[in-house]
């Protein structure tokens, strides 16, 4: 079992920024990626941002390509969403997410994911 919880969220003006943390408790963190996904009122959850854990490989939405930056922390199963030059329509709950496998994923696929964090509100005002 892995518990994902979330930090850094908050109310910024359009142009700020916000780092966002995730931390992995339960166990050493040994899948295949974690990832950043957001969900806005009325729409669909998407991908945001994930990283390989071993590799360190990462992808991106190109909503997202340029301003925001993933990463992540081995030794403290941690992983960050730098958010920069944020937009109003980036306003979302964020949502961390562990997928477990042990082969490689399409790390844009949300089924992909096994675990979830509780979600942390991002607000951008214009």
């Known amino acids: 079992q892995v518990q994902l919880v979330e930090s850094g969220g908050g109310l910024v003006q359009a142009g700020g920024s916000l780092r966002l943390s995730c931390a992995a408790s339960?166990?050493?963190?040994?899948?295949?990626?974690m990832g950043w996904f957001r969900q806005a009122p009325g729409k669909e959850r998407e991908f945001v941002a994930a990283?390989?854990?071993?590799?360190?490989?990462?992808d991106y939405a190109d909503s997202v390509k340029g301003r925001f930056t993933i990463s992540r922390d081995y030794a403290k199963n941690t992983v960050y969403l730098q958010m920069n030059s944020l937009k109003p329509e980036d306003t979302a709950i964020y949502y961390c997410?562990?997928?477990?496998?042990?082969?490689?994923?399409?790390?844009?696929?949300?089924?992909?994911?096994?675990?979830w964090g509780q979600g942390t509100q991002v607000t951008v005002s214009s």
């Open positions: 990283v390989r854990w071993r590799g360190g490989t990462t």
């Open positions: 997410a562990a997928a477990m496998s042990t082969s490689p994923i399409m790390m844009k696929r949300l089924y992909e994911y096994n675990y």
């Open positions: 339960g166990r050493t963190f040994s899948g295949y990626a």
